[in-house]
C-alpha cells in the first residue's frame, strides 16, 4: 500500500531555511520518523509529494532505507492540490500523512477502521495537549490551575486512509483540511479513527524541543 507524505512545507516558523521535513529530531529528519512509524508496521512503499527545495528532499530520500519516490508538486502548490497531482498512481486504497507529525498509532487497527466504515476516507483525530495552563473557576473566584492539560475537542491528527474515490472531492487548488474533507464529512463519506496516545507535530521551536525530551521511543514503540 502506497504512503503519501506531504513534504512540501518551509519550516519557516522553526528556522526559515531548512525544508521542514529535513529539520532533525534525534540526530534524524522529521520525515525519516514519520517514515519510521510506517516502516515498523510493514508499510515500506513511500511517495514524498514535495514543494519548497525539492531538490534536497530528493537528495535526502535517496539514503533512504525504503522503497522511496519523490515527486514535485510545486513550491506553492496548497495540501490538496499536492494530492491532486499524483491522482493518476492511486488506483488502490492509500495511506496519507504529514511530514512533521509523529503518534505511537497502530496503523493495523487505523485500516480496520477505515474499511468497516465504508468511508472514501478516515481521518485519525487526537485532543492535543494545550500550549499554556488553565485557570479552574468555582463561580468568580479561580480555584486552582491545570498545567497544559489535554483538550475536550478532537483535531485532524494526520494519519489518513482515502479510497481513489475521494479523489473527486480534490482539485488542483484545494486545501485539504478545508473544502475537500469539509465536503467529505457533509457526505457522510469522513470517518474517524480515535488516536488516545501519544501525538505531537513539529511547528515550533518549542515543539522541536519537546519531541528531543520525548525520543523515538514515544513514536516508535
Known sequence: MKVLILCGGRGTRLNGERP?????????????????????????DFVLL???QADAVAEWARSAPWRVECIDTGIDTPTGGRVHAV?????????????DGVADIDLR????????????ATMTVVRPELPFGVAMLDGDRVAGFREKPVSDEWVNGGFLVLEPGALAYLRADSVLERE???RLAADGRLAAYRHTGFWRCLDTAK???????????????
Open 109 to 120: 487497527a487505523l485500516l480496520d477502521r477505515h474499511h468497516g466504515s465504508g468511508a472514501l
Open 207 to 221: 515543539d522541536a524541543i519537546a519531541l528531543e525530551e520525548a525520543g523515538p521511543a514515544r513514536w516508535l514503540a
Open 87 to 99: 491522482r493518476d498512481r492511486l488506483e488502490s486504497t492509500f495511506c496519507l500523512t504529514y511530514a
Open 20 to 44: 521542514k521535513p529535513l529539520i532533525e529530531i534525534g540526530g534524524r529528519p522529521i520525515v525519516w520518523h514519520v517514515m519510521s512509524i510506517y516502516a515498523a508496521q510493514g508499510f515500506e
Open 50 to 52: 514535495t514543494g519548497y
Open 180 to 182: 475537500p474533507l469539509e
